[in-house]
């Protein structure tokens, strides 16, 4: 037996221990493809987010604005209700001075241009001190993310759950079990080539206490966290796990469904996204592991024809 084949059943028998084998066998990661046969960037109608040009409405609201995150602060003492209102700047007010429908200028997000050239230190206690909106209100603590800083594949969730505030680290629930097992399938450990982060970085709750997807302002005060984790990071290919993740990177209708996302190499900048299911939605719903095997499959061959990609 070749070392390859040898690996591959060992895989094969872990995978069936976890419960999810035969179905997530390898069939498609050994075939090598041209880049010519990568499905085409979007399925039409999909538009491009890319991540300096967001068009004004898709900026966040200027209501979401806190002061700009000062790096000496101590931890802020109050919670959202005592946020101080950003102080209008000119071009704030010119916007808001001409005509509705001739905005001029987007609102400036100072909080996200400090954000934009911040450390991957300065990131952690920006995010542990956050309140750009109001689920700094009921967090335990902000979760930023785990991983390889130089990690060639970024795995990107919805929003840390009750597990996750609890322990400061994304996917350490269920739905992290499920997902330590997708990346071992490709070869992955968290933190070995690997970084896994959410589209939101404090537990969204719903009026019951309860885990519920983050709103599309919550992720819009976030995305700026996110987009610095990703040119800090400059990874290879970025793994949307559902809707909520897909839409925080690649932008386009909220409506519109993951599996008409999936099975498409899209772009975030010049990094190849693949979209697919949520774990959480794959413990609910297990037949579809098999379309998110071949998920993983298709952002594998898109790590290998982009190898490490400069932001
Ligand atoms: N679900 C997510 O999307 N992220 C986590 O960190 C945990 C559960």
């Avoid at 419960?19 to 990661?29: A, L, N, S, T």
């Avoid at 909520?244 to 498409?264: C, F, N, Q, Y």
């Amino acid at each position: 037996m070749t070392a390859a084949s040898a690996d591959s059943v060992r895989r094969g028998r872990f995978l069936q221990e976890l419960g999810i084998g035969p179905v997530w066998v390898q069939r498609q990661r050994a075939v090598q493809t041209s880049p010519s046969v990568v499905p085409s960037p979007l399925p039409s109608g999909v538009p491009v987010r890319t991540p300096s040009a967001l068009p004004p409405s898709e900026m966040p609201p200027v209501t979401m604005v806190a002061a700009p995150v000062n790096m000496k602060q101590e931890k802020a003492a109050s919670a959202w209700d005592d946020v101080p209102v950003p102080v209008p700047v000119p071009v704030q007010a010119a916007a808001a001075a001409a005509p509705a429908t001739t905005l001029l200028v987007a609102p400036i997000d100072d909080g996200a241009v400090a954000i934009a050239s911040m450390s991957w230190q300065e990131l952690d206690i920006a995010v542990a001190n956050c309140t750009r909106c109001p689920l700094c209100r009921n967090r335990k603590q902000a979760v930023l993310g785990t991983g390889d800083p130089k990690a060639g594949w970024l795995f990107v969730g919805e929003g840390p759950g009750a597990v996750e505030d609890q322990q400061g680290e994304p996917f350490v629930g269920p739905a992290g079990k499920l997902l330590d097992s997708m990346l071992l399938a490709l070869d992955l450990r968290r933190g070995e080539n690997s970084y896994l982060a959410n589209a939101v970085k404090c537990r969204p709750v719903d009026a019951d206490g309860k885990d519920r997807p983050p709103s599309a302002d919550e992720s819009a005060a976030c995305r700026p966290y996110l987009e610095r984790q990703i040119t800090l990071l400059k990874p290879a290919v970025i793994v949307a796990l559902g809707k909520v993740a897909a839409l925080s990177l690649l932008g386009g209708d909220p409506k519109i469904a993951v599996a008409t996302l999936r099975e498409h190499t899209h772009r975030y900048g010049s990094i190849p996204v693949v979209v697919t299911y949520h774990p959480a939605y794959l413990l609910r719903k297990p037949l579809d592991k098999a379309k998110s095997w071949r998920d993983l499959c298709l952002a594998a061959q898109a790590y290998a024809n982009d190898g490490k990609l400069a932001v």
